[in-house]
């Protein structure tokens, strides 16, 4: 797995980018993509921040159910991880932006979340969301898969791109017409507000490389076990291979010490999920990372639980 470039940032986790190097303050390369001071501008309707901080969290009645349960079989992909099974994740997103691809999660009829970076330069007309994909391009999957234009873009009113992990990154994307659910099609559950998961297991899941910096993408949908890690815990692990990140609070970090399971290149606006009570549960957004599933460098997803307030309100206003 990985996460999708998109032209001229390279702001993202999953990327293994080839842009010219600068040098930080501490002598750690990073990416000059020319766009650290760049921030999104929010929309007017978008200043007035206690219009949703802390306000309620919604779901689809319908959310969190999978089709495809016990179905993460043993085939080994996508860095570490595992073919997905058809219907497993069935509001897995596959968003094309131009020639770029990035993932994202379907949380009602009419709305995909996805991250920022992905989209924070594009507008509605380039954007195509496909649901119910499993294997790219395939025609004797055993459901059909569905490709809908995007009428609207929100990206978070604090997005902002930076050389390491872009702040706030994420997106919600308005479809142009509403979603009909099918047992391969349906939304996921949002997180309650600031709630925590450190210590726990989640699957992150797409279609993007199964290693850092190859060009080759699988076919088939991947999914990866990675476990909520401390956000000091992983200053301190990238820290040790020469890196040093700030892991704010709207991120959040997952992987092991060891490395060997990871999102990579093409994974970005992904979910980080998890079940729970028999439901699931979008808890992140593969956001960044320093190459893919390498040992001390976990990868950097955007914190739901910090943002869902205004996730709610942005799909329940335009609903």
């Known amino acids: 797995m990985s996460g999708g470039l998109i032209e001229g940032s390279c702001g993202g986790f999953m990327f293994a980018c080839c842009q010219r190097k600068q040098k930080s303050d501490d002598g750690v390369a990073i990416s000059d993509n020319g766009a650290n001071s760049i921030a999104h501008q929010p929309d007017s309707d978008d200043n007035d921040l206690e219009d ?19 179905n993460l079989g043993a085939q080994r992909r ?19 932006i131009g020639s770029s691809r990035c993932g994202g999660s379907l949380v009602n009829r009419y709305h995909v979340v996805t991250a ?28 059909p898969a569905f490709t809908y234009g995007v009428r609207e873009i929100k990206v978070h009113p604090y997005f902002k791109f930076t050389p390491q992990a872009d702040r706030f990154d994420v997106a919600v994307l308005r479809l142009d017409r509403a979603v009909h659910y099918m047992p391969h099609i349906g939304p996921i559950c949002l997180p309650e507000k600031n709630e925590d998961f450190l210590g726990q297991f989640g699957w992150a899941a797409g279609w993007g490389a199964l290693q850092a910096g190859s060009r080759l993408r699988p076919k088939t949908l991947q ?8 956000n000091r815990l992983c200053e301190r692990w990238h820290k040790a291979n020469g890196i040093n990140v700030v892991i704010y609070d709207e991120m959040m970090c997952a992987g092991y010490r060891g490395g060997g399971k990871d999102s990579c290149q093409g994974d970005s606006g992904g979910p980080l999920m998890m079940e729970k009570s028999n439901r699931w549960y979008l808890i992140g957004i593969v956001s960044a990372g320093y190459s893919c599933a390498q040992r001390g460098q976990p990868g950097i997803y955007h914190r739901v639980a910090h943002t869902v307030d205004w996730i709610s309100h942005v799909i329940n206003k335009s609903s």
């Open 52 to 70: 949703y901080v802390n306000g309620p969290v919604t779901n689809d009645p319908k959310c969190g159910i999978s089709l495809g349960e016990g």
């Open 78 to 96: 996508i860095v570490g991880g595992d073919e997905a099974g058809f219907g497993s994740f069935p509001w897995q997103a596959y968003i094309r």
């Open 116 to 143: 920022g970076h992905c989209v924070a330069r594009a507008t509605s007309r380039q954007v195509q969301v496909t649901l119910g994909d499993y294997v790219i391009n395939s025609q004797v999957e055993p459901l």
């Open 223 to 230: 999914a990866v076990d990675v476990p909520v890690i401390d």
